[in-house]
């Protein structure tokens, strides 16, 4: 029986007292022999002893002579064919289309930002939202040979005002240790002078040679110290003012 407040939550038993009391319904009484088992309160230790008397007589069945049965669950027919079937369509879209792999999910892959910049600039390069307006390939060339070409190419950059940059330098899988020209150009990227122009790096997409390529987006003018002076005065205005409109001032 429903209540009569207004509310959505349903209390089933609340009106039984009302019905007991107006004799509208009738509990039956417990009769001896109708199979209700009386509560008793027992101790631990007399549980143990009635367990041990129950169990009196009773011998084990030894190991070797036991049968144990494990329940077998059989697919139904079909399925395991039609799973199969699933699991190599996936991997063929994957080797075919690059469907279901995640670049930024691999060790491989790498990104890095500038001075004040936020982190999605560079997942939002990967993604291919900034223009690719020149690139070069370092793949093949010595440690000594790339830097010069990589010098040669960001000053031509910079000069051109080209601010979306492709650098393909390989996997570096040959190696015998680790991707040398791969590790090489991130360390030109952020700590030789070119760290002041750059805004953000990020590993390519398959498209564009995936993790043996890494994208760059050039500032328009190098991070001097009076424009960190004023990224930083204007982040602290920017994170007044949010402070402010949180407090409701």
Same mark, same amino acid.
């Given at each position: 029986?429903? /209540?009569?407040?207004?509310?959505?939550?349903?209390?089933?038993?609340?009106?039984?007292?009302?019905?007991?009391?107006?004799?509208?319904?009738?509990?039956?009484?417990?009769?001896?022999? @109708?199979? %209700?088992?009386?509560i008793v309160d027992i101790s631990p230790q007399q549980e143990?002893?009635?367990?041990?008397? %129950?169990?009196?007589?009773?011998?084990?069945?030894?190991?070797? +002579?036991?049968?144990?049965?494990? #329940?077998?669950?059989?697919?139904?027919?079909?399925?395991?064919?039609k799973e199969e079937s699933e699991a190599l369509s996936r991997?063929?879209?994957?080797?075919?289309?690059? +469907?279901?792999? +995640? *670049?930024? @999910?691999?060790?491989?892959?790498?990104?890095?930002?500038?001075?004040?910049? =936020? #982190? @999605?600039?560079?997942?939002?390069?990967?993604?291919? @939202?900034?223009?690719?307006?020149? =690139?070069?390939?370092?793949?093949?060339?010595?440690?000594?040979?790339?830097?010069?070409?990589?010098?040669?190419?960001?000053?031509? %950059?910079?000069? +051109?005002?080209?601010?979306? *940059?492709?650098?393909?330098?390989?996997?570096?899988?040959?190696?015998?240790?680790?991707?040398?020209?791969?590790?090489?150009?991130?360390?030109?990227? /952020?700590?030789?002078?070119?760290?002041?122009?750059?805004?953000?790096? %990020?590993?390519?997409?398959?498209?564009?040679?995936?993790?043996?390529? /890494?994208?760059?987006?050039?500032?328009?003018?190098? *991070? /001097?110290?009076?424009?960190?002076?004023?990224?930083?005065?204007?982040?602290?205005?920017?994170?007044?003012y949010s402070r402010e409109k949180e407090n409701g001032d």
């Amino acid at each position: 029986m429903k /209540t009569k407040k207004s509310n959505l939550t349903y209390f089933p038993f609340q009106e039984i007292k009302a019905l007991l009391e107006s004799k509208q319904i009738q509990l039956r009484e417990q009769k001896e022999g @109708d199979g %209700a088992y009386p509560i008793v309160d027992i101790s631990p230790q007399q549980e143990e002893e009635l367990f041990y008397e %129950a169990m009196k007589g009773v011998t084990p069945i030894p190991r070797e +002579n036991r049968i144990e049965k494990s #329940p077998k669950i059989t697919a139904p027919p079909g399925f395991r064919e039609k799973e199969e079937s699933e699991a190599l369509s996936r991997l063929t879209h994957l080797l075919k289309y690059g +469907n279901g792999f +995640n *670049l930024m @999910d691999t060790p491989e892959y790498i990104e890095g930002t500038g001075y004040h910049v =936020h #982190p @999605d600039i560079a997942r939002r390069l990967h993604r291919g @939202d900034f223009s690719i307006q020149a =690139h070069i390939d370092l793949h093949g060339l010595k440690v000594e040979e790339a830097k010069e070409t990589f010098e040669e190419f960001l000053k031509w %950059a910079v000069t +051109n005002n080209k601010r979306g *940059l492709l650098i393909i330098h390989g996997r570096g899988l040959s190696s015998p240790s680790e991707p040398v020209l791969k590790k090489k150009v991130v360390e030109w990227l /952020t700590h030789g002078p070119w760290r002041k122009w750059v805004v953000a790096y %990020a590993s390519a997409r398959k498209c564009d040679g995936g993790l043996g390529a /890494t994208y760059v987006l050039l500032r328009g003018r190098p *991070l /001097t110290k009076r424009l960190r002076q004023r990224l930083k005065s204007s982040s602290s205005k920017l994170y007044q003012y949010s402070r402010e409109k949180e407090n409701g001032d």
